[in-house]
């Protein structure tokens, strides 16, 4: 018997997270999501994510300047990151960028990799648009760090926290087939920065971490309330899927959308354009419950997603990258336990093919 795409297999035990899709709850070490991203920031899920140790304690703030320093480091790169990305996307400049670093060097590659992906996103962002890269600052927070150094000025209080509300919402997801392709990687012991480097060519799919820019081509070309459900019901007549619903764990709605959409609402302005995203929402989960029976297909992260970088300024074509920046301390610390205990992964196929003569 297969299950296709690995639907339902457990092919690992972690410490790290527990994805429960009938409860609709997501667990990350203990701690309930919506706790964390009220309680503590990136460095902190970091620190929990990797050591195990208490998102609030005093290690956060020793964590937050050690990637400090390492966005700095990481700046140095950023010439070398510029003569491999030409003429290439941004999340393809940073496909090649990350596959420059060194598999060994003096600072911890998962401190490096978390440093290294918001540095060079923020670079190629600017370089993108004509501008010079923008040195980090490591006395900030690396969320609003991350945020300034894609903007190019400082962001107010809020939005550096809805920033933070996000990379901490993102930060880990059970066996997602990015973080599994980065076990995969891991258990051939080829190194961090491989595995980080596969996790990313698996996130940049239409299918998983590529939804949330179509998410808003999706709602610029639905445009008017009275076409939401005719757009829809002809979007799935013709076999395409509505970006930002359905999930292969979650048979509800995903906990980490409401999280993202009660971020979305701290920030200023907007509320035209969340009204109607609202009504897509309710007209999508009709339509599908309508033209997909028994699926049990919902909102998932990307939906609010999409408009929470929407309203903090950044760009359709940086939000793959920004959901790295974010789930890189996921992709890490499933590294680290792959490394301490796992064997080689290695499935097995079925031959179907033609008989030897
Ligand atoms: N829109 C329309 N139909 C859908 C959608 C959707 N968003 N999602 C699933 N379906 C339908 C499928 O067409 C299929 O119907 P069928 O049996 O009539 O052919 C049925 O529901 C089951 O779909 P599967 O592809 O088997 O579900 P799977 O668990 O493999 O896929 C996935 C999960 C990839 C997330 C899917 O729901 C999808 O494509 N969603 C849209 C893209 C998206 O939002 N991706 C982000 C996911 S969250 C993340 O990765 C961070």
């Known amino acids: 018997m297969i299950n296709d795409g690995l639907e339902g297999v457990i092919a690992a035990e972690t410490t790290l997270s527990d994805v429960d899709g009938e409860g609709g709850r997501l667990i990350v070490r203990g701690r309930e999501l919506r706790d964390l991203v009220s309680d503590t920031d990136f460095a902190g899920v970091a620190a929990l994510l990797w050591d195990g140790l208490s998102p609030m304690g005093g290690q956060r703030k020793a964590l937050a300047r050690a990637l400090g320093a390492a966005r700095s480091d990481a700046f140095t790169l950023v010439p070398g990151l510029m003569a ?28 490096r990799l978390c440093a290294a992906l918001p540095v060079f996103t923020a670079a190629l962002h600017r370089a993108s648009k004509g501008q010079l890269p923008m040195a980090p600052d490591p006395t900030l927070d690396h969320a609003g760090d991350y945020l300034r150094m894609m903007r190019g000025s400082r962001p ?9 509300a996000y990379l901490v919402t993102i930060a880990d997801h059970g066996l997602n087939a990015s973080t599994f392709a980065a076990r995969v990687i891991a258990s051939t012991k080829a190194g961090m920065v491989s595995a980080v480097v596969g996790a990313l060519c698996a996130l940049k799919g239409p299918l998983h971490g590529g939804a949330p820019g179509p998410v808003l081509d999706m709602l610029d070309e639905i445009g008017d309330a009275a076409r939401i459900e005719p757009w829809l019901e002809a979007a799935i007549g013709q076999g395409e899927r509505l970006m930002g619903f359905g999930h292969r764990v979650y048979k509800v709605r995903d906990p980490r959308a409401d999280v993202l959409k009660a971020a979305v609402a701290t920030l200023r302005g907007g509320d035209n354009r969340i009204a109607f995203a609202e009504a897509v929402e309710t007209g999508a989960i009709r339509v599908l419950a309508r033209l997909k029976p028994g699926r049990r297909l919902d909102t998932n992260v990307e939906f609010y997603t999409a408009l929470l970088l929407e309203a903090l300024g950044l760009p359709r074509d940086a939000f793959t990258s920004t959901f790295a920046v974010g789930r890189v301390a996921g992709w890490t610390a ?8 796992g064997r080689i992964i290695r499935p097995a196929s079925r031959y179907v093919g033609p008989l030897a003569a």
């Open 334 to 341: 499933h590294v680290l336990e792959q490394e301490r205990g």
């Open 156 to 164: 107010s209080a809020a939005e550096a926290r809805a920033m933070d």
């Open 84 to 111: 491999v990305a030409q003429g290439l996307s941004l999340v393809e400049g940073l496909r090649a960028g990350l596959a420059l670093l060194p598999d060994q060097a003096p600072i911890a590659p998962e401190i």
